[in-house]
């Protein structure tokens, strides 16, 4: 009986193990689509900022109202890249341990 509790046991950990691990393979995709899609708006932006700069459509509304819009469009993406992309917060983390491991060398 014990043996029965034991392997059930050890199935559904492993069954829930995998599933942590596909979630965050997943994360990490679509954290790699936002940044993509992040550059991407980014060229639209410089691209748009360009045009607007023309002679020809220099102090137009709409475009005016586009470059507003692609700039909050922007934020909100950067957003949701935040949510998603964990490497940021483990390199800050490795250079806040290198800087105390600095300041206890130099204190030595």
Known sequence: M???ILF???????ALGWYIREL?????EIGELAKG???SLE???KHLGNVYELETYYGDETLSGL?????DLKKEIEEYRT???????IQVDQSNEQ???NEQEENS
């Open 67 to 71: 470059l507003r819009h692609t700039g």
């Open 8 to 14: 059930l046991s050890l199935i559904i950990n492993l």
């Open 83 to 89: 949510i998603f992309i964990f490497e940021e917060d």
């Open 43 to 45: 060229y639209y932006e």
């Open 37 to 39: 899609l992040d550059l």
């Open 99 to 101: 800087d105390k491991n």
């Open 24 to 28: 965050l393979v997943r994360f990490n």
């Open 2 to 4: 014990i043996y029965g």
